[in-house]
């Protein structure tokens, strides 16, 4: 009896397995098919039956978390929580949680113990990076740049040698304001991979960004001339081209040259000047065209174009026009963008 007992008994084990194994699958399909509470339903019925399996209690917290059932995907976590409180993936199906609720501090928390969880197969170096990768877009999302640069530095010293890993943390490097770190990821990045269009165009945006407009035409460049040609790569094409076409202090420019540019640059920003003054009167803009015009005469009256202390107060002089016209009249395009640009670097802005 015992014996037949304990046969029947393994039999309807079975059976039970496999019916709950069926509604998850069900449950699968349904939440693939974007029927929500179809699959909450089928997971239920799942989990009724074996409330052991971590598989179908995900399943579960998905699913109810994707229909708003917030409250209960949250108690169904922490009772898996509890039982294992190091699990990386019911950590990780928690963070997701919080973070789907804006409750920022909690889904770090928990992101964290995803991260210092046990993560088993093969793939477990690539799944821990990309819980890494949730937790920075999380962080920029909400304007922590702080705490996502010290996850990126953490990110930038384990990923493989790869141009498209590198590329992808450069990105985020950029959206937490870190162009330099971007930049020596975009530069690793084409190392690896010369033709790499996007780490290209990717590179000409961050040397853009750190102010070197030589090494950005260069990137920018190259990046053309592999396919990329979107219109944000082709307008800081446009713009370095101009800004390293019209600096007086470019290299291996002769007296002359620094001495035309100057005067281009100043009579370029003049005319912009006078468009504005056109739409009211301005104390300030008058005052501005005034030294322009005084500057020009210096400029003008020098034979010997030799004083660098002269072109940088030329160049702080078209920085103050220019930025007191984009207060009034609205952002400098094109040419004048390239000579506020210009004055922004060299220039004496105080």
């Known amino acids: 009896m015992f014996l037949i007992t304990r046969s029947v ?21 349904r939440f693939a098919a974007g029927d929500v509470n179809g699959a909450i339903d089928s997971f239920r019925k799942a989990t009724g039956i074996d409330r052991e399996n971590r598989a179908y209690v995900l399943a579960l917290a998905d699913a109810l978390a994707a229909g708003n059932h917030t409250m209960e995907a949250q108690q169904a976590l922490m009772r898996l929580r509890e039982s294992d409180p190091t699990n990386a993936e019911v950590n990780l199906h928690l963070a997701r949680l919080a973070a789907k609720t804006g409750d920022v501090n ?59 890993a590198h590329v992808q943390a450069a990105k985020l490097f950029l959206k937490a304001d870190d162009a330099r770190h971007a930049l020596d990821d975009f530069d690793e990045a084409v190392r690896l991979d010369p033709h790499n269009a996007d780490a290209l165009a990717g590179a000409g945006e961050a040397a853009f960004q750190l102010g070197d407009y030589r090494k950005a035409r260069h990137y920018l460049d190259e990046a053309v001339a592999q396919g990329e040609r979107s219109a944000q790569t082709l307008h800081l094409l446009s713009l370095v081209r101009m800004v390293t076409s019209y600096d007086p202090l470019g290299p291996g420019l002769s007296p002359k040259e620094r001495q035309q540019r100057l005067l281009s640059g100043l009579d370029e920003s003049t005319q912009r000047l006078d468009a504005c003054q056109s739409r009211g009167e301005s104390a300030n803009l ?59 670097k060299h220039g004496d802005t105080q």
Not at 307 to 320: E, V
């Open 9 to 29: 008994a393994a039999r309807q084990d079975a059976i039970d397995t496999h019916v709950a194994a069926t509604w998850y699958q069900d449950g699968l399909r």
């Open 286 to 344: 008058d005052a501005l065209k005034a030294e322009a015009g005084a500057m020009r005469s210096q400029i003008d009256s020098t034979t010997m174009f030799h004083d660098p202390g002269l072109i940088t107060a030329g160049l702080g002089l078209i920085y103050r026009i220019q930025d007191a016209v984009n207060s009034r009249c609205g952002e400098a395009e094109g040419a004048n963008e390239a000579l506020l640009l210009i004055g922004r």
């Open 106 to 164: 909690n889904a770090v928390l928990y992101y964290h113990s995803s991260l210092d969880g046990m993560w088993a197969g093969p793939e477990a170096t690539e799944r821990r990076r990309n819980v890494r990768l949730e937790l920075i877009h999380l962080l920029i999302d909400h304007h922590d740049e702080n705490r996502a640069l010290s996850e990126l530095l953490i990110l930038d010293s384990e990923l493989p040698d790869d141009s498209n």
